[in-house]
């Protein structure tokens, strides 16, 4: 056990299980970072790092550069996954599905239903979303909630670093195709995290923290945003449980909507676009199932319905803040 | 170049077998007794067969929406097949996958594809996965004039070169993108030229020429299995029928497809040359024919009787686990 950050706890996992199984492999855009090119071999080691200094560890034939084709890539991802290999495809930043959208939605996701149960297709694609880093529209959406409405793919979404890593090996020994997300503000983050290889189950939530008044289902970065909230709302007297999803495909219901009907009282927060996401999913969870034990309308606390803006003033806006989640706990609680 | 009287009896009874087939689907589909859009092979036969009689049971294919012919080629079950396109559930995919889905990845058919340009990245992950795995395998791409124009199959040239992938893309060029001639839709009008721009060697042939294909193709898949790197083959044939079925092809000039089966069917082409050869006699491919037809006939007869998917299925086989 020792301190470290989203990119070592990402890197550590999947050293782990490349020492560990000689089929998994690793390619997409810069994940060496500067093959065929005259300095550096893996000078960047992925665009944020996380696969700094794999390249030298496992060779060109586990590890490599691919041209920036994502359609070519992801497809060869899925085409080996099914002929026995279990590929990590990098796309750089989830923006970038648009230009393979097919090989995601069409093929890998699929082809388990499609061939009558009789393909496997242990992919997974690991991608950079999430706004805060002035990255703009084309850089900075979350877009989870697209795969996540696709049956046949699994998303997760890792919180911290104990999360990232044990979600990560999952992904890798996972047999279905796993669509996983890093956000790109969440990369210095630092916790303590195991040394030696561990997993954490798809579809089983993490309860962050209990409390009786409210339940906050929040989803990756905004685990922290609500976790500053909570603790801000206890000098009040307000006691929330906040429930990390950890996936959103598959989702652990279950848990929600036991918290649910302990507190009576449903936030949730999510970064993606307000409409037809994760927010308005879980929302339509509960009115649904828990209806009766509803003390307060549901509360959705995501950006507005608008592409991520560039300008700082304008992107901290968009984000959901501490503030604004604090406000809207606080209203929820106080209603009646 | 010689061929065994084993493989040119194989390579008329897998011919054989996919003209029947499509033949037989074609009248079956228009008693409406099998649901969904079917896309037939018939007059293609020779390049599914002339290519997969190159490859064995380490070896991959990746199809089209056109995917009968491939399938039998590499050697799918015909009665699972057709149980599957009357979407039964003794089915080669259980009834869920139909005409445009069929797969056995068992046997080396990494599938049908509902979508032009599907196939070619998945064929570059399974040269690349027999490559790193050393099985030594090779992968083909068939795909159509109209996927040789979509950026999945460019980007799939250019990433097969890069990495020396032993692929072969195989362009069925048979006239027609759905309605649009591929005359006119493959801009610079030279498929070979094209493929040499990402370094890939490749050359024209005559489809409805079976020795044609099957000599090109042997001479692609030993320099795929030898490491050479991906290979070209561009075929140019005429398909019998429509894109789909109930397709009515005013858009061919008449009398197009009519002048094809009279002149231009791999499959009396065949017969000719291995007759007037001596290769083989006609009693021996007369014989192929008539068991074919009990093959067929029995694969309609048994998808006809064959249970529908039960309520269960809907929900089973779209996770390993979930």
């Not at chain 1, 979350?142 to 979600?167: D, W």
């Not at chain 1, 609500?226 to 009040?236: I, M, R, V």
């Not at chain 2, 087939?21 to 007794?33: D, L, M, P, Q, S």
């Not at chain 2, 019998?240 to 082409?269: C, I, S």
Request: glycine share 10%; aromatic share 8%.
């Amino acid at each position: 056990m020792s301190k470290k950050s989203f990119r070592q706890a990402l890197n550590e996992a999947m050293r782990q299980e490349m020492e560990r199984d000689p089929m998994v492999i690793a390619f997409g855009e810069d994940i060496a970072g500067g093959m065929g090119a005259k300095g550096v071999q893996d000078a960047w080691g992925d665009v944020l790092g996380a696969s700094k200094g794999l390249l030298p560890e496992f060779g060109r034939n586990r590890i490599f550069d691919t041209p920036i084709s994502e359609s070519a890539f992801v497809g060869a991802a899925s085409g080996a996954a099914v002929t026995g290999m279990r590929p990590i495809a990098q796309v750089m930043f989830v923006d970038f599905f648009g230009v393979c959208g097919d090989q995601i939605i069409n093929q890998m996701a699929k082809f388990r239903y499609m061939f009558g149960g009789k393909a496997t297709t242990p992919v997974v694609i690991r991608t950079l979303f999430g706004a805060g880093v002035r990255a703009a529209s084309q850089h900075s959406q979350c877009l989870y909630p697209i795969f996540t409405h696709v049956p046949g793919l699994k998303v997760a979404i890792p919180s911290s670093p104990y999360e990232a890593k044990g979600l990560m090996i999952q992904s890798i020994r996972d047999d279905d195709p796993v669509i996983f997300f890093e956000h790109k503000a969440m990369y210095d983050d630092t916790e303590e995290v195991p040394d030696e290889p561990y997993t954490i189950p798809f579809g089983k939530a993490r309860t962050v923290r209990e409390g009786a008044d409210a339940t906050i289902v929040a989803i990756g970065r905004m685990v922290q945003y609500a976790s500053q909230a909570a603790a801000a709302l206890d000098a009040d007297g307000i006691r929330c449980s906040i429930i990390d999803p950890r996936t959103t495909s598959p989702l652990d219901t279950d848990a929600i909507l036991a918290s649910v009907r302990k507190t009576g009282r449903l936030i949730v927060v999510d970064e993606a676009s307000p409409r037809c996401g994760m927010a308005a999913d879980i929302s339509a969870l509960v009115a649904q199932n828990a209806f009766r034990e509803l003390r307060a309308p549901i509360r959705m606390v995501t950006p507005p319905h608008t592409p991520v803006p560039f300008a700082a003033e304008l992107e901290d806006l968009y984000v959901p803040s501490p503030a604004k989640i604090q406000a809207a706990i606080a209203e929820t609680v106080r209603y009646h | 170049m010689q061929i065994s009287r084993d493989d040119l009896l194989g390579s008329y009874r897998k011919m054989r077998t996919i003209r029947e087939f499509e033949e037989r689907v074609h009248k079956e589909f228009a008693t409406g007794k099998i649901p969904g859009f079917v896309h037939l092979y018939a007059g293609e036969e020779a390049s599914a067969v002339g290519v997969c009689q190159q490859l064995n049971g380490v070896d991959y294919i990746a199809s089209t929406h056109r995917g009968h012919g491939h399938s039998i080629a590499k050697g799918c079950d015909v009665i699972g097949m057709m149980q599957e396109i009357y979407g039964r559930r003794g089915g080669l995919c259980k009834g869920k996958g139909g005409s445009m889905h069929i797969a056995d990845i068992s046997v080396g058919m990494l599938g049908a594809n509902g979508i032009v340009g599907g196939g070619p990245p998945l064929a570059c992950g399974a040269a690349l996965s027999a490559k790193l795995r050393k099985t030594g395998g090779v992968a083909v791409a068939f795909f159509g004039d109209g996927a040789f124009n979509q950026g999945t199959t460019l980007e799939s040239m250019n990433f097969a070169s890069v990495y020396q992938l032993p692929v072969y893309f195989v362009l069925e060029d048979n006239g027609y993108a759905e309605s649009t001639a591929s005359s006119w839709s493959i801009g610079g009008h030279n498929p070979v030229r094209r493929a040499e721009g990402f370094g890939i060697p490749g050359e024209h042939v005559d489809g409805h020429d079976f020795f044609a294909v099957y000599r090109a193709a042997a001479d692609a898949v030993t320099r795929l299995r030898a490491g050479e790197g991906p290979q070209f083959l561009h075929v140019s044939f005429t398909r019998y029928y429509g894109h789909f079925e109930g397709d009515a092809m005013t858009y061919r000039p008449p009398g197009e497809v009519t002048e094809e089966r009279q002149y231009l069917d791999p499959l009396k082409f065949f017969r000719a040359r291995v007759v007037g050869a001596a290769l083989l006699e006609n009693s021996a491919l007369d014989a192929i024919d008539t068991e074919v037809g009990t093959l067929i006939d029995r694969a309609v007869a048994t998808a006809l009787a064959a249970p529908p998917p039960a309520a269960e299925d809907l929900l089973t086989d779209v996770y390993k686990s979930y």
